[in-house]
């Protein structure tokens, strides 16, 4: 299973992007879909994660401006960024947890560059 992460790009301070991840094929028994960023020198970290049941969590830093949602018919999640801040800047990661072997699968990053 293969998953690509896109819709990332380069926007204004306060700019909005929607990030989507599309999954090559089903994937069984999973238990989350979570989007993560990392910035240039700092380790990845978590952004947003939605469960198979619905609930959702959001890093503080991004609380009240992005938004995870799922759309498991069609193997996609998306993540929506308003009122983007240069320090939002990173590559942006998807990521789906599975029951089930290999557990964790990592799409390939989109880049996303918010300028002051």
């Known amino acids: 299973v293969q998953l690509q992460a896109s819709g990332g790009g380069l926007v204004q301070d306060g700019g909005s992007l929607r990030l989507s991840c599309a999954a090559s094929?089903?994937?069984?028994?999973?238990?989350?879909k979570g989007w993560y960023r990392q910035a240039p020198g700092k380790r990845r970290e978590l952004v947003a994660r939605?469960?198979?049941?619905?609930?959702?969590k959001y890093a503080d830093s991004v609380k009240g401006r992005f938004t995870i949602s799922s759309e498991p018919a069609k193997n996609t999640a998306h993540l929506q960024m308003n009122s983007l801040k240069p320090e939002d800047t990173g590559v942006y990661y998807c990521?789906?947890?599975?029951?089930?072997?290999?557990?964790?699968?990592w799409g390939q990053g989109t880049q996303v560059t918010v300028s002051s």
């Open positions: 094929r089903s994937i069984f028994s999973i238990e989350a």
């Open positions: 990521a789906v947890d599975s029951r089930d072997y290999p557990y964790v699968y």
């Open positions: 939605i469960t198979s049941d619905g609930s959702v």
